[in-house]
Nanobody
Framework: QVQLVESGGGLVQAGGSLRLSCAAS????????MGWFRQAPGKEREFVAG????????YYADSVKGRFTISRDNAKNTVYLQMNALKPEDTAVYYCAASRSTVVLVDAQFYDYWGQGTQVTVSS
């Protein structure tokens, strides 16, 4: 069983930045593909970014491409989401997720483990 814990959310003005972290509980973390999803109240959970175990294969939703950067540090069992130029429409609960697939997946149903989420609120 993989436990994931997100942190780094908060309140920020439009145009500002936040860095989210997701810490995993086991040493086998490096074998998992990792993704970030977000969900606003009353809306479906949507894919934000994903990274393959090697760290060389990255994928972003069109809405965040050029503004967000996903990365991972396998030695620390941690994945990050650097969010720049934030917009009010980025407001959501952000979740990290792990998949046993070796390729990046954009559908939430293919991810096996989920964190509890961290709130990101962008004002103005």
């Amino acid at each position: 069983q993989v436990q994931l814990v997100e942190s780094g959310g908060g309140l920020v003005q439009a145009g500002g930045s936040l860095r989210l972290s997701c810490a995993a509980s086991r040493r086998t973390f490096s074998s998992y593909t990792m993704g970030w999803f977000r969900q606003a109240p009353g809306k479906e959970r949507e894919f934000v970014a994903g990274i393959r175990w090697s760290g060389t294969s990255l994928y972003y939703a069109d809405s965040v491409k050029g503004r967000f950067t996903i990365s991972r540090d396998n030695a620390k069992n941690t994945v990050y989401l650097q969010m720049n130029a934030l917009k009010p429409e980025d407001t959501a609960v952000y979740y990290c997720a792990a998949s046993r697939s070796t390729v990046v997946l954009v559908d939430a149903q293919f991810y096996d483990y989920w964190g509890q989420g961290t709130q990101v609120t962008v004002s103005s």
